[in-house]
């Protein structure tokens, strides 16, 4: 009889690992499963599948205007959509005018043209610009730091803002202030390209400050 408990254990032990073979006294085992979590940084795209988002300091000053209709236009260089969310637009070293709100974002390598004088900023931005006076205005991260700025200087008191004699003044020549090639190349007197490239755009003075 002892012989035959011995053959029946080895027998059950050598079947666990195929049928699950347990005692009456043995616990009894449950398989958790642990859902995916979401790696920072990537968002779920529609079809399950993740997209890589960038950096908030991947956005620039791309294009300014204030000739009508007036805008800031801001570029994404890289090459992911990045979330631009608590973004800020600062005028004259002192005036909060723009925060993106919660969910805005820039597709890989696209512009969003901001117009001026709005109450929405799903828009534009709450302050006026002028081609004709001078300006600065500064890019900044939700957390405030500065990723970008712009200037047009007063030709005779340099930084100072809201002068009437900006060095570069694009209401006496219908021009915009714009960066070649976008988002990374130097500033120019360029033809309007609102929301679009400037690549290409007829560009005359250099601007420097």
């Known amino acids: 009889m002892k012989k035959n408990i011995f053959y029946l254990s080895v027998l059950c032990l050598a079947a666990m690992s195929l049928s699950g073979c347990k005692t009456d006294d043995e ?3 449950e398989t958790v499963v642990v859902p995916p979590t979401e790696t920072p940084g990537e968002s779920e795209t529609g079809n399950g599948q993740q997209e890589e988002t960038a950096d908030f300091r991947t956005i620039r000053l791309n294009e300014l205007d204030g000739n009508k209709p007036k805008y800031i236009e801001l570029y994404n ?3 992911q959509t990045v979330d631009i969310s608590g973004m ?3 005028k004259n070293g002192d005036e909060m005018v723009y925060e993106a709100p919660a969910g805005t974002s820039i597709a890989a390598g696209g512009f969003l043209a901001l117009l001026s004088d709005q109450t929405d900023y799903s828009i534009g931005f709450s ?7 001078s300006v600065q205005i500064e890019l900044l991260g939700p957390d405030g730091t500065v990723v970008d700025i712009f200037k ?11 002068e009437t004699d900006p060095k570069y003044n694009g209401d006496a020549t219908g021009e915009a202030y714009g960066r070649q090639p976008d988002g990374t190349g130097e500033w120019y007197m360029l033809k309007s390209t ?6 290409d755009s007829p560009a005359t003075d250099k601007i420097s400050w």
């Open 27 to 29: 616990p009894v085992w």
């Open 77 to 79: 260089t890289s090459s």
């Open 127 to 133: 302050a006026g610009f002028s081609a004709k006076k």
């Open 194 to 199: 609102m929301g679009t490239s400037n690549n």
């Open 88 to 90: 800020k637009l600062r």
């Open 152 to 162: 047009n200087p007063s030709k005779a008191s340099g930084n100072v803002w809201d």
